[in-house]
């Protein structure tokens, strides 16, 4: 059965450091989100990215996040200085099409930010 | 503001009983999403639903969409059903999901 991947499941880093959460979406997916939970909180939006652009941003994801599909494969979360507030755990999904089909998520990379 | 609100917050259960999770929301809505969140934080989706009813073993979800109103059921509830069930709904003018707080299930044997 087809599935979203990311990697790494765990990535420890320091306040101030960028790092690139990374995401295999399903092949034939055309549709792409990044959401994040705080420990304890709710599921959160952070982006939706369609037709190699942005389609839908939340005011979370702000001037220190970017998201590319650098290879055709790779759909990816960058956070340029990660601050200690960005610690969560930050889900992957795809979709075939924007409004009514299933999305599909990866298992999600714990960041924590010390 | 809370668009989407589910009931219980908690659920402990015995073996065998039937489920019932219920999940409300305010907005308009192209379709509904019930998920699971087992404990090590995967997300795994069960259902989308945009109308009626659906079914897949155990599980059935429902929808009402004039009463603004989903439910989940779990039949013969088993341990190995404990996890936190998450109602999320896509709004008809975006792609976004917008997701409930979830509801925490533990099935006792």
């Known amino acids: 059965e087809p599935e979203v991947t990311q990697t790494p499941s765990h990535q420890v880093t320091q306040m101030g450091q960028e790092v690139i959460l990374r995401c295999v979406p399903i092949?034939?997916?055309?549709?792409f989100y990044w959401y994040r939970q705080i420990l304890g909180q709710k599921v959160e939006f952070l982006v939706s990215?369609?037709?190699?652009?942005?389609?839908?941003k939340s005011e979370i994801f702000d001037d220190q996040f970017s998201v590319e599909r650098p290879d055709g494969s790779n759909f990816t979360l960058k956070i340029r200085s990660t601050k200690l507030e960005d610690s969560a755990m930050y889900f992957c999904?795809?979709?075939?099409?924007?409004?009514?089909?299933?999305?599909?998520f990866g298992q999600g990379t714990r960041l924590t930010v010390v | 503001k809370n668009e989407v609100e589910q009931s219980p917050q908690n659920l402990t259960a015995q073996e065998g009983e039937f489920i019932t999770i219920n999940c409300s929301y305010s907005v308009g809505i192209s379709a509904l999403h019930w998920l699971q969140q087992h404990p090590g934080g995967g997300i795994v989706s069960l259902f989308m639903l945009s109308s009626g009813k659906k079914k897949h073993g155990r599980l059935i979800a429902t929808i009402n969409i004039q009463e603004k109103h989903s439910s989940l059921h779990i039949t013969a509830s088993h341990p190995r059903d404990s996890a936190v069930y998450i109602c999320a709904v896509r709004m008809d003018s975006n792609y976004q999901l917008i997701w409930g707080a979830g509801t925490k299930l533990i099935i006792k044997p």
């Open positions: 092949s034939n997916h055309l549709y």
């Open positions: 999904a795809s979709g075939g099409e924007g409004g009514n089909t299933e999305a599909f």
């Open positions: 990215f369609y037709n190699n652009e942005i389609s839908e």
